[in-house]
């Protein structure tokens, strides 16, 4: 004897033909494994240097994390590139050594107001002198 639910799936898994439990099954777990959002996040440590972090679009993997010691960046500015018919903004930092620019919020892209507070606290805390 087992549960309502255990003989629930049980009586389905023997109704519904076997070739189309696997594909179901995998669709399953894939929706179950990922995120419904995404967390990206600049963290600016005066005379230390910059980290980024951005989550994985699943709960299997964990979030990519990378820091820039402050000797290393060059300059942080805010760039515009075109998608479509479409403008976006991204904030970048040049880092020396390096030829690609190191994207801040790749994937949420957010409107330019946003990109020139954290630019503006950004630049505060790496170039302002300490008082």
């Known amino acids: 004897m087992g549960t309502g639910l255990g003989e629930g799936a049980r009586r389905v898994a023997d109704a519904v033909p076997s070739r189309y439990l696997?594909?179901?099954a995998g669709a399953?777990?894939?929706?179950?494994?990922?995120?419904?959002?995404?967390?990206?996040?600049?963290?600016?440590?005066?005379?230390l240097g910059i980290q980024t972090?951005?989550?994985?679009?699943?709960?299997?993997?964990?979030?990519?994390?990378?820091?820039?010691?402050?000797t290393a960046i060059q300059d942080i500015f805010i760039h515009e590139a075109f998608?479509?018919?479409?403008?976006?903004?991204?904030l970048?930092?040049?880092?020396k050594g390096e030829q690609d620019l190191v994207v801040v919020f790749p994937n949420l892209l957010p409107s330019l107001s946003i990109l020139e507070e954290v630019w503006r606290g950004a630049?505060?805390?790496?170039?302002?002198p300490k008082s």
């Open 53 to 70: 972090t951005s989550s994985s679009p699943t709960y299997l993997s964990s979030a990519s994390t990378r820091f820039i010691p402050t």
């Open 83 to 90: 998608k479509g018919f479409e403008v976006r903004f991204y």
């Open 92 to 95: 970048a930092i040049v880092v």
């Open 22 to 24: 696997l594909p179901t």
């Open 123 to 128: 630049r505060s805390c790496l170039y302002e």
């Open 28 to 47: 399953l777990l894939w929706a179950v494994c990922r995120r419904g959002y995404t967390e990206e996040s600049l963290l600016v440590l005066r005379g």
